[in-house]
């Protein structure tokens, strides 16, 4: 074939090792809590792990750097669960930008993502240039994002990938994606305890080359969980005996479950306290029940049990309030409120109201973000700005009872033990709580052998994994098995990361491909005698054999055993060949001598005498060619004292042998392209062989 | 070289009897599907229970009787344990169906093939998988990965792919292509080229199947032309299988036309089943959960079907026309077999079956043409004990559970004496501490049941025949006896445990009525009488088994071309015309084992893996073609270091090889795209194109099937010296790869 084109286009694509370099880069949630965003790349493949906002900022800001990237080069986008700071820019991601690939997400997290998107355009009280999307982008999005069930393998592209729960949410799911055998595992929010609603997070069958992990919670060890709802209880029940308000600001999705669980079977054992009202003041939680009822699947044993009695969310002490208008506050409560860090809406109003006076109390649930109120009042200030601007005495009693469902120190270090990855790159979270967590981490796995990585936002982390490329010989190809030394030639097929070599006439037997032969016919006008061609054909041609058809009778003429001349009748002559490009090659030129033949007596016989004449020139002249092709090709070529010719590229020295095609030189890389390069050209001016074994 | 594959039929083959196959890999035993049919008849599981030991695995596809009847069975009987794995759908409604059986088959027999229990600990044990998880099996499967995908035929329904070193054996049966309201269809086609392909022939001879808009509109018509003349309508149904595909239906309907006829569901365990089905949208169509997603709307939210779980129910319901779809399918027992019993011989009735009857079924017998004027059946019916046969059963009882006493009292004793051994946690009797009372229903909740269900025989380990007395062995010490505080502490997860043991029982929720029956603890018997029931309503039967039919499953098992293919599950008839069909146009190994009949399919394909090397992939240049990428190499064999094959460069220049075209040229394709470039382009007669004035363009060799066995295409392409003729090759070869 064409060998100079293809060492041209050699060129186009130098040959490099990136193909197994593999990249993670934190767009977001790389030193910080929020806007979780990561960035994979490796052999070609592309994924982005979750697509997140950042809480604490809006507009623009809040998005992860998407400019890091081309977002058309990337594959598959995985979202492990619907909250905010990780699905919340998902919008604007598919729609704003020039993404192309597709999304994937479980189907809990599908249906919440919506509402949840719906009344975030809602709430956000943003200028109309800072809105990142509307709800007709949330409405588009929901047809491009599609839905993966637990366990379930998806392979795009060659890229496998699927989840395991992950216990922080409803439909929280940790991704497992492996590319051509290495595997990564991308853990998103991860609680490996069971509550009362859901199950802990699995732990994945198979160990992980990396394991991308949440550390939010650092070095922090949670108190049992029954402790924790001891305390918040007391608190509650303390609180409200004394005549005070209590206020839990909490996300409406998610942990609010958790909490209205615990307080809708605290008051049904409490029945001094029924005459209390619950309130939980989110028309989105609401809506959301009937997610939460009808994906019981991903939830634990004991609510898929309680199920079958009454449905444990249809709460028989808590009642839900629309708006702060449709609140009464007349003595002690429990209202239960979003947004979680008391940037503004419900829960600010009433914190406003509520915390001068020291009776009243406010339980921080959760894990609170840098730079929201919620975060300052756990240090208990002496005063707080209130929304109108004036500043207020903070009396009322602030508790911090971590209800958040992520995975504490303990819980992280069994759970990275268990799975022994060889790379670990700490993500979400607050940059001095990585640290110490990296910190311990290290003496936890002092062998040496594991990476711990805490990149910053944009910091990409290079690794490198040798992946054995293994391919399967099957068919007839495989009938015997080569010993070494031995050639092996076939059609390599690959199918995603899968290779598999076979006979190019098994080839429709082990693919969906298939070979064909194309045969051409082709006839010419010649009135003359055959036996001209016949004689014309010999001068030219080495092999040319005279038959005649059988069915004719005419006569007719094979030429190099590829093309059939034939005589079809007074004034035609056909020729059939089955296509290659030799063959092609060769029935050109019968046609141009058939052509010719009519027009002039070609003057073949002098011809033949230059050609003897000059046997040495043209060796010379292949020689020239030779050095200019090499010239082109590597740019400083000189001829050696003993003959060889010297090529030098960048300080590397190779001889190369024009009569052997021996090179030495002492960069491997550079003598295997000489090497490559010089049986190439040599194939190139050499006459094309007509002969296939 | 290959993986060794053995395929042995145990009952369903050359007759539509319950499916049940063992497929043996590399000495690994899959049992694939243990089905029963609705008449229990034990003799079918003969060739069952001569291998059930040995079985390793058991697959399980869709949750009907035919597919999994004989599970419990073979689980209590027939010495089954191996484990067994299915969707979760297939496992909830497969319990649930097997409950419906059971209730329906004690209704009318002494029933004792099978006890609750027994369904519930056969099921217990199920692994649950989703669609396409590939789940790895350990031990001596090791290596070996199994995964359900996609079947379309019923919820959760599943056809298996069963992987070892990259070889598929694939076994589908009842799969349907076509998308129906809840269900997608099956994701068979997506597998190509399995080593082995295990499908059924049912309904191979079944062509017309009709368009599904036509026959919803005839179906529904039929119903409603019966309920507006003041007629009954009775839908035969499987328990949770198809009748959800009819429920929604109706349901669509009665929405849309505003109907007021009631909708009745009719089965032992129709709510459980509807709520169950209602937390299962991921399994269902893509319509349904997308509906879900953006506007909750539940498609089991029934409005027009009313739920009910027993006849009295019914009876009591307002007179007038209605339609009810009660258990089973067959007629042969459930609350159908009553109903139609009942109003077969109102001419305005209709009895509307929607799927075959099993071979030898009253429902069989009522769909044969024309249909029977009159039946013979059998009415039984339980009735509680009365005078003296109830003393006389008393009697019994008492003897049995005083010989009972005695064994236990005799185990009970050797119990207490190994117990006061002196190493013995002697403080148990005194510990405080919830779990033990709620270990109490847990662990012997079945063996409660069991006193409940089978009268009063207590079992062994339990009761003790008198108030159990124990010795106080416990440690003291200075302050008296010792005192372990976690004793006293009161453990929130026990709570959990409890509230979780309050909610019911754990595998299987059971309505009241259910529940009621099984407590009925009142001795009863069945009497049985025999009835000549006229058959004057209207019988008609339409096809919404939800399987593909004949054309649709040749088209399949084309596109899937399996290198070797073993039909299963069809009559003699239908197997023998797929496997003529097969023969002649797909693969040369078409299968049709005989019962007990082990067939070899070992693939006879040569293999071996090898390495490439990166100096040999740096220069391959790969072409993209469909989803897979070609290349030639040429290569010279070698070691790496760990001593396995790698392929690397030639040393020396590759001897030249002869020139593949590598593509797949469709005539109409290349025709259009001939004809977007300008070519005067047109078919003429023998599938010739003809391109431009003179040349001509023709597929030669045995054409028709595509791929397959017909190897590489032929392509003549012939006209005179003249330009288009070269332009015409120029976009020839513009179809293909040369390598």
């Known amino acids: 074939m064409a060998s100079s084109s293809i060492s041209l286009k050699r060129r186009e694509q130098p040959m490099s090792r990136e193909g197994d370099q593999l990249i993670v880069t934190p767009l977001g949630a790389g030193n910080e809590v929020g806007r979780s965003c990561a960035y994979m790349s490796f052999r070609g493949k592309t994924v982005l792990f979750d697509c997140g906002i950042h809480p604490a900022y809006s507009g623009m800001a809040a998005l992860p750097y998407f400019d890091e990237i081309d977002p058309s080069t990337i594959d598959v986008l995985l979202i492990t669960h619907f909250h905010l700071d990780h699905a ?11 993404f192309k690939g597709r999304v994937f997400m479980t189907h809990a997290t599908k249906a919440i993502y919506k509402l949840l998107l719906t009344d975030y355009v809602k709430v956000s009280k943003v200028s109309v240039e800072d809105m990142l999307f509307d709800e007709h982008d949330i409405n588009k999005s929901m047809d491009k994002i599609e839905v ?7 392979e795009v592209n060659g890229i496998k990938f699927w989840c395991y729960t992950a216990g922080h949410v409803l439909g929280a799911a940790m991704f497992m994606v492996d590319i051509a055998g290495v595997r990564i595992l991308y853990t998103g929010d991860y609680s490996r305890e069971e509550d009362r609603h859901l ?5 994945p069958q198979f160990s992980p080359d990396i394991c991308i992990i949440e550390s939010t919670s650092g070095v922090q060890l949670h108190q049992s969980r029954h402790i924790r709802e001891k305390r918040f209880t007391d608190v509650i029940h303390s609180t409200v005996s004394q005549g005070g308000r209590v206020l839990i600001p909490a996300f409406a999705l998610g942990r609010a479950q958790e909490l209205l669980l615990i307080l809708d079977e605290y008051w049904a054992n409490h029945p001094d306290l029924h005459n209390i009202p619950i309130y939980y003041a989110s028309p989105l939680a609401k809506k959301c029940m009937a997610v939460y009822q009808t994906y019981i699947l991903s939830m634990n044993d004991r609510i898929r049990n309680q199920f079958a009695n009454s449905n444990p969310f249809v709460f028989k002490h808590i009642s839900a309030l629309n708006s702060i208008d449709d609140f009464r506050d007349v003595g002690p409560s429990v209202v239960m409120a979003s947004p979680g860090g008391l940037q503004s809406g419900f829960s600010r109003q009433l914190f406003d109201i509520w915390c001068s006076d020291k009776r009243n109390a406010c339980i921080i649930p959760g894990y609170m973000v840098e730079g929201t109120l919620a975060k300052t009042i756990i240090n208990e200030p002496k ?5 109108n601007g004036l500043t207020a005495p ?27 990855p060889p790379n670990i790159i700490l993500v979400h979270g607050e940059a001095n709580e990585m640290m110490r967590l990296k910190q311990k981490l290290f003496t936890e796995f002092p062998d040496g052998n594991t990476r711990i990585m805490n990149p910053k936002n944009c910091e990409s982390v290079e690794m490198y994994f040798n992946s054995e490329k293994m391919a399967k010989t099957i068919g007839r190809l495989a009938e015997k098995t080569p010993d070494v030394g031995d050639s092996v030639s076939g059609i390599l097929v690959k199918k995603g990361f899968t290779y598999q070599i076979m006979a190019p006439d098994d080839l429709h037997v082990f693919s969906q491909l298939s070979t064909a ?9 010649f009135s003359g005698a055959f036996g001209v061609i016949t004689h014309r054909l010999g001068k030219i041609f080495e092999s040319v054999e005279s038959s005649t058809d059988d069915e004719t009778g005419l006569p007719a003429l094979k030429v190099h055993e590829r093309v059939t001349v034939k005589q079809e009748s007074e004034k035609h002559i056909s020729l059939q060949w089955s296509s290659d490009p030799i063959s092609d090659m060769v029935s050109d030129s019968i046609v141009a001598l058939v052509l010719n033949i009519s027009r002039e007596v070609p003057k073949i016989i002098v011809e033949e005498e230059v050609a003897v004449k000059s046997e040495e020139e043209n060796g010379k002249k292949v020689e020239k060619v030779i050095y200019a092709l090499l010239v082109s090709l590597f740019g400083d070529v000189k001829l050696g004292e003993d003959g060889k010719l010297v090529i030098s590229v960048d300080g590397n020295v190779a001889h190369l042998d024009k009569e052997s095609g021996d090179v030495e030189s002492e960069h491997e890389g550079l003598k295997e392209r000489v090497r490559v390069a010089f049986k190439r050209i040599q194939s190139a001016v050499k006459p094309v062989p007509l002969w296939v074994e | 070289m290959g993986t060794s594959v053995q395929v042995s039929p145990l009952s369903g083959v050359y007759n539509e009897n319950p499916l049940s196959y063992l497929v043996s890999i590399d000495g690994f035993n899959f049992l694939l599907d243990c089905g029963w049919n609705d008449l229990f008849d034990p003799s079918l599981l003969e060739p069952l229970s001569r291998v059930a030991s040995t079985i390793d695995a058991v697959l399980l596809t869709h949750p009907d009787t035919l597919h999994l009847g004989a599970l419990p069975y073979a689980m209590k009987k027939l010495g089954l344990s191996a484990p067994v794995y299915a969707t979760e759908p297939v496992h909830r409604l497969g319990l649930l169906t097997m409950y419906d059986q059971f209730l329906s088959r004690k209704q009318v027999s002494d029933f004792d093939l099978f006890t609750l229990d027994d369904i519930d600990s056969a099921f217990q044990n199920v692994i649950r998988l989703t669609y396409s998880q590939n789940y790895h099996l350990s031990g001596n499967g090791e290596g070996i990965v199994i995964a359900p995908h996609v079947a379309g035929h019923m919820l959760g329904g599943s056809i298996w792919k069963i992987t070892k070193d990259g070889e598929e054996v694939v076994y589908a049966v009842d799969y349907n292509h076509r998308k129906e309201r809840h269900l997608n269809g099956t994701v068979l086609q997506s597998f190509v080229r399995p080593a082995v392909l295990i499908t059924d022939a049912y309904n191979a001879l079944y062509t017309n199947q009709t368009q599904s808009h036509h026959r919803d509109t005839e179906f529904l018509d039929t119903i409603s032309k019966h309920l507006e003349v003041g007629g009954n309508v009775l839908l035969p149904v499987d328990t949770a299988g198809r009748v959800l595909e009819l429920l929604l239906i109706l349901e669509q309907h009665w929405s849309q036309r505003a109907f007021s006829f009631p909708i009745y569901f009719l089965t032992y365990v129709s709510s459980s089943t509807i709520d169950y089905v209602k937390s299962f949208l991921e399994w269902m169509s893509d319509s349904i959960s997308k509906s879900f997603e953006t506007s909750r709307d539940n498609a089991f939210l029934l409005r027009h079907v009313t739920l009910l779980i027993n006849k009295t129910d019914l009876d009591n319901a307002p007179p007038g026309p209605k339609v009810v779809l009660a258990s089973m399918a067959s007629l042969e027992a459930g609350f159908a077999r009553d109903i139609f019993v009942e109003w077969a011989n109102d001419p305005r009735n209709l009895v509307l079956f929607t799927e075959t009857g099993q071979f030898g079924t009253l429902a069989r017998m009522l769909q044969s043409a024309p249909p029977p004027k009159f039946v013979k059946v059998t009415m039984s019916k339980r009735v509680p004990l009365a005078g003296e046969e109830l003393i006389a059963y008393e009697e019994e009882q008492n003897r049995l559970k005083r010989e009972e006493a005695l064994r236990a009292s005799l185990v009970k004793e050797e119990e207490t004496k190994a117990s006061l051994g002196p190493d013995e946690n002697s403080s148990e009797p005194m510990i405080i501490d919830t779990k033990t009372t709620h270990d109490v229903v847990g662990s012997h909740g079945p063996a409660y049941k069991d006193i409940l269900i089978d009268g009063f025989v207590p079992p062994s380990s339990s009761v003790a025949p008198m108030f159990p007395f124990y010795d106080n062995t416990a440690d003291w010490d200075e302050y008296g006896e010792v005192i372990n505080p976690d004793d006293y502490v009161i453990k929130d997860e026990d709570m959990d445990r409890g509230a979780m043991h309050a909610g019911g029982d754990v595998d299987g929720r059971l309505d009241e009525a259910t529940a009621s029956l099984m407590l009925d603890t009142r001795p009863s018997k069945v009497i049985s009488n025999e009835l000549i029931v006229t058959v004057s309503c209207s019988l008609v039967k339409m096809d919404y088994e939800g399987r593909s039919d004949g054309r649709s499953i040749k088209s399949t098992i084309a596109h ?7 039909l299963v599950h069809a009559t003699a008839e239908a197997t023998e015309h797929l496997k003529q069909h097969c023969l002649n146009s797909i693969c040369p190994h078409v299968y049709a084992p005989k019962i007990e009949e082990t067939v070899d399919v070992t693939s006879d394909l040569c293999a071996y893996k090898v390495q490439l090397s990166e100096k040999l992939m740096s220069n391959v240049i790969f072409k993209k073609l469909g989803d897979s990428e070609v290349a030639w190499v040429d290569s010279q064999v070698g070691k790496t270091e760990s001593e396995k094959r790698c392929l690397q460069p030639m040393a020396s220049a590759a001897a030249p090889h002869k020139p593949v075209l590598v593509g797949d040229l469709k005539m109409q394709d290349f025709k259009q795209f001939l004809a977007s470039k300008g070519v005067q382009v047109e078919f003429a007669g023998g599938g010739a194109l003809r391109c431009g004035e003179y040349v001509t363009l023709r597929k030669v060799g045995p054409t028709g099937q595509k791929g397959g066995a017909s190897g590489p295409q032929q392509i003549l392409i012939e006209g005179p010296l003249c330009e288009d003729y070269y ?13």
């Open chain 1, 517 to 525: 032969t194309v045969t051409q016919r082709i006839t010419i006008p």
């Open chain 1, 383 to 387: 005063e707080v700005t209130l929304m």
């Open chain 1, 148 to 154: 993966i069930d637990f366990h379930q393998t998806v």
């Open chain 1, 199 to 203: 199950r802990a997070a699995e732990l």
């Open chain 2, 727 to 739: 332009k015409v090759r120029d976009y020839l070869y513009s179809q293909f790869y040369l390598l």
């Open chain 2, 560 to 566: 899937v071309s399996p290198l070797k293919l073993v």
């Open chain 1, 394 to 420: 903070l009396n009322m009693q602030v508790h911090y009872i971590s209800f958040s469902a992520h995975a504490d120190y303990a819980q992280t270090s069994t759970f990275l033990k268990e799975l022994m």
């Open chain 1, 88 to 98: 919340a820019s998902l919008p604007y991601f598919l729609e704003k930008t020039t």
